[in-house]
């Protein structure tokens, strides 16, 4: 389990840049299209930033999958 926020972060920064990657689309675009700028969605793949549930649902309605998908896999 996880146990801090930072690695939480991380974690689900990374999930969320190898979605984005495996789908061939830029930040910019991810951002573009989920209504949000491009720094806000950079510092959260940095896992600089911990987002909100909303934050994350946008971005995985993007990118068009579940919001599970987009959380470290040992919390699933």
């Known amino acids: 389990m996880m146990n801090t926020k ?3 972060s991380v974690k689900l920064g990374n999930k969320l840049r190898s979605i984005r990657s495996e789908k061939n689309i830029t930040i910019e675009e991810l951002a ?3 209504d949000m700028t491009y720094s806000q969605v950079s510092r959260i793949e940095l896992g600089k930033i911990n987002t909100t549930v909303y934050t994350l649902y946008k971005l995985a ?3 068009m999958v579940h919001p599970k998908e987009i959380l470290p896999e040992d919390l699933h």
Request: proline fraction near 0%.
């Open 6 to 8: 930072v690695s939480f």
């Open 61 to 63: 309605n993007t990118l």
């Open 32 to 34: 573009n299209q989920s």
